[in-house]
């Protein structure tokens, strides 16, 4: 059995490594067009800010410790060019000429390649992109050079990892995003803290604004912004997003969709022995079934050992599970992460849900250090089942996503959150953990003991219903709704004939800093035969989802 594995890093080594592991006499070749072919690309901005500060820490392996402990023939600077799969070869350029290299089964790991909009000046030599370890190198190359501004297009995950290690490294940096927040796959109202601390760390943020073209410059260029600003800039660094590398399997009859290889469960292509893993393929969305690739390495990773065993043991071969897309990164001081589906497509695939938000102390609010996290949970309605959720803060976040998303994938409920045993140590959590909360905040929904209320619906709340802040006195005299009546908590019971009367028959749309108090208060409010409903998330979400204009909107 001779194994061809076109591409490395994530997926391609994995499949080649599994293969190797389940035969010891498969001939398996490995043909990487770059000079690495096992590296650590999720790495790489954290050795341009010089957090990881040699080189051959980014390389995982090399072509020599690959063939030393796993007997692999590994093949760099090859780039495979032709794939005849009548002939069961394929083509490959290297720097001696072309060569045509037979299969017995061929793994197709050929990766994505950094997006280029049509934007005029796009070509100048001070635009990089952030995808090898070459581009690491010239990047932290130009900023020792002396570059003291940059401009990054783009804010998602490698966009944003990418200005944080500019600015760490003392440059004057600009973060410029075409969507109208940060981050485009977080909910909007968690994106405005990630935009907030970046802005605290010295990155100048601009949302919902495009370039529209740069212009080379002897000594720098020039970003503009279709705003009608303009940015200069020493270093521009693209980051608008991913395509799929796949034109030449394609052109060999690889069935393909928007440029992404379509598979089955077991990473079969529609050509006989071609397999094909990674971010160049299709996925179908675990929640939503919306078909599309997911660029990460974990998926990547899993996926080239499924490949490898429907190979070699297809008898037994698991069936590639549909990804989540669980994903994590850092911003500043703050952790942002996510798993499942968000509002956008949940809405996009008309799935009914309900969504809560809860702002939580990492660990007991009563031990030094607590600090508040923030997390929004998406469930089901009807049956409760999670669909998805995300969460912004300084600590904790990572271990309760990593819980959600193991839910998710059991095919948990909401409810079932709340019977989950977690470790609890006061250092650590607490007796009620975060998720627990959020199971607890969706059982009350879906038994109909609460019903919830949106910052998003502002408007429309303070023109229809009576809202009803019951924080303290203090609080509401820092920033309140226009309109709101302001009752404490500890009052409402007192007080219930001045809110009949300020309601005058109106819903009562009642509200806190978190959404605790409030519920409490609905609660008495419901059993005096009034029709409520709370803020999700309180003062803090509502904050959080006007953003900038908090200021101009709260009195």
Not at 164 to 169: F, K, V
Not at 176 to 189: D, I, Q, R, S, Y
Not at 421 to 450: R, T
Request: glycine content about 10%; aromatic content about 4%; proline content about 5%.
């Amino acid at each position: 059995m001779r194994l061809v594995v076109v591409g490395g890093v994530a997926g391609g080594m994995s499949a080649a490594a599994r293969a190797r592991r389940l035969d010891e006499t498969a001939e398996i070749i490995v043909l990487e067009r770059g000079e690495h072919v096992s590296f650590a690309n999720c790495g790489l901005p954290y050795f341009v800010g010089g957090e990881i500060v040699e080189e051959s820490k980014l390389l995982v392996q090399t072509p020599q410790s690959l063939a030393a402990a796993l007997n692999l023939d590994v093949r760099v600077n090859h780039d495979v060019v032709g794939l005849d799969a009548a002939a069961k070869t394929v083509t490959v350029m290297t720097a001696e000429g072309s060569d045509t290299i037979p299969y017995d089964a061929l793994v197709l790991s050929p990766g994505a390649a950094a997006l280029r909009p049509p934007i005029p000046g796009l070509d100048s030599p001070r635009v990089r992109t952030l995808r090898t370890v070459g581009d690491a190198e010239a990047l932290r190359d130009a900023v020792l050079q002396g570059a003291s501004r940059a401009v990054v297009l783009g804010a998602g995950f490698i966009g944003i990892e990418a200005a944080e290690a500019l600015a760490l490294r003392g440059l004057q940096t600009t973060l410029v995003e075409l969507a109208p927040h940060v981050l485009p796959p977080l909910e909007a109202e968690l994106a405005s803290l990630a935009a907030e601390e970046l802005r605290r760390i010295g990155i100048d943020v601009r949302e919902g604004v495009g370039a529209q073209s740069l212009v080379p410059g002897l000594r720098h260029d020039t970003v503009a912004l279709a705003d009608g600003t303009t940015v200069d800039a020493d270093i521009v660094v693209l980051s608008v997003g991913v395509r799929p590398d796949t034109a030449t399997f394609e052109a060999a009859g690889v069935t393909c969709e928007r440029g992404a290889i379509v598979i089955d469960e077991h990473g079969r292509t529609n050509l006989t022995d071609v397999y094909a893993v990674g971010d160049a393929v299709v996925s179908t969305d675990a929640v939503t079934g919306v078909r599309r690739p997911v660029a990460l390495a974990g998926p990547a990773n899993r996926a080239g050992r499924l490949v490898a065993d429907a190979i070699f043991t297809p008898a037994t071969a698991r069936p590639m599970p549909a990804p989540l897309g669980t994903a994590i990164v850092r911003v500043g001081e703050l952790t942002a992460a996510m798993t499942g589906a968000n509002r956008a497509s949940l809405d996009a695939a008309a799935i009914p849900y309900h969504t809560v938000h809860l702002h939580p102390g990492q660990h007991a609010g009563y031990f030094p250090g607590a600090v508040t996290m923030h997390l929004m949970v998406h469930f089901r309605a009807g049956d409760g089942l999670l669909l998805g959720a995300q969460g912004v803060g300084p600590d904790g976040v990572d271990k309760r996503i990593d819980v959600l998303a193991t839910a998710i994938r059991g095919g948990l409920s909401v409810t079932d959150l709340i019977d989950l045993d977690l470790a609890y140590a006061p250092p650590y959590g607490s007796a009620k953990d975060p998720v627990n909360m959020a199971g607890m905040v969706g059982e009350n929904i879906l038994n109909g003991s609460l019903s919830l209320w949106y910052a998003s619906d502002l408007d429309t709340v303070v023109e229809d219903r009576l809202v009803l802040d019951v924080r303290s006195a203090a609080e509401f005299a820092a920033g309140h709704v226009p309109g709101a009546f302001n009752v404490p908590h500890t009052e409402v019971r007192a007080r219930l004939d001045e809110i009949r009367g300020a309601a005058a028959g109106r819903h009562v749309a009642v509200m806190c800093a978190a959404g605790i108090r409030s519920y409490l208060a609905h609660r008495i409010l419901v059993a005096e035969g009034f029709t409520s409903s709370m803020l999700s998330g309180g003062m803090q979400t509502l904050r959080a989802t006007l953003g900038a204009r908090a200021e101009s909107v709260l009195v």
